[in-house]
DNA sequence: ATGCAACCTCAAGCTAGCTTGAGGTCAAGC
DNA sequence: GCTTGACCTCAAGCTAGCTTGAGGTTGCAT
């Protein structure tokens, strides 16, 4: 850990292609952290990129950054993680992946069904079914299938 | 069209399982139409319990609104829309869902190389690429892989 | 004709995920 | 030593998709 490798926000918003802002938002939501100079400026660590990739990445797997940072917190503490740590993290990603595909896949058969008898309705469709609502937690329609 | 065939707002919620006021928030943005009673009160259509249940189940497979509104403006105009209609307006979806099953196989795929080499970085990596991001439109990163 | 549930409007609030702006400080080059 | 650009904090704003609340009206049953 070299002086030369603890960088200043804005470096870290080029090498990754987020905002400062996002970066600051994040450390907010205590999904990165950074060191502070004596003058008050925050300086990250080179494996910092890759941990704003991962959120990157997780992100565009619709996962939120409340269950982003579940994820993040299984790195080691304390240490910079290791190449099968980060290996690990993509298992763990690629499992909710394949969740996604698979709900995905049975909509889609069900939509089959429901296209041959045009109905869209409540009762008869297995489309849409209200527990599903129920169950689906926080305020309003989900986004995401989950 | 006989005079029971015109619900109430309460009824409609009811049958959809949507709340009232969400009904309304529809409404005001242009999905949904209601007639009006003398006395200013709400009275929709048989056929809007459909259009609500399509509403869901579009919004389940991750659309917006927006693109929501977009595919019922396929609907004829003036006349309650048939079978036929409504069995177009789902195939449109199937391939909207196609295409998204799609995506998320070949985030997969990529992902699985990425895991073999653990790097998660945006220089070697196909998994998060710059472009995607700049032509996702909006502010900040979508929910949604689309 | 009266009571009360269901309806109305309009404004404000909430979560997620950020951005933008105001007002001020730090650090490096000339 | 002074300018300039990158940095700081804190508060407010924005989009999406609604909900909640205040204050008022309608309409159906008794």
């Known amino acids: 850990m070299d002086k030369n490798d ?5 470096e870290l918003a080029r090498r ?18 950074a060191m502070r100079t004596m ?14 990739s991962f959120i990157l990445i997780a992100q565009k797997l619709g996962l939120g950054l409340t269950e982003i940072e579940a994820e993040l917190s299984q790195l080691p503490q304390g240490r910079t993680p290791t190449l099968s ?9 690629r499992v909710a ?10 909509t889609r058969a069900k939509l089959d069904e429901c296209i041959g ?17 129920a169950g ?3 305020t309003g329609p989900r986004y995401v299938l989950e």
Request: proline letters at 1%; glycine letters at 10%; a positive charge.
């Open 6 to 10: 603890l960088l200043p926000i804005g």
């Open 16 to 33: 990754t292609g987020l905002a400062v802002s996002a970066i600051r938002f994040y450390e907010d939501k205590g999904l990165i952290q």
């Open 39 to 52: 003058g008050n400026q925050r300086r990250f660590l080179r494996s910092d990129i890759r941990r704003l």
């Open 85 to 93: 740590d980060w290996q690990k993290l993509s298992r763990s990603v």
């Open 97 to 106: 992946l394949d969740a996604k595909i698979q709900l995905l896949t049975r």
């Open 117 to 133: 008898c045009g109905c869209l309705s409540l009762q008869r469709c297995q489309l849409y079914n209200r527990d599903d609502r």
């Open 136 to 138: 689906a937690g926080g």
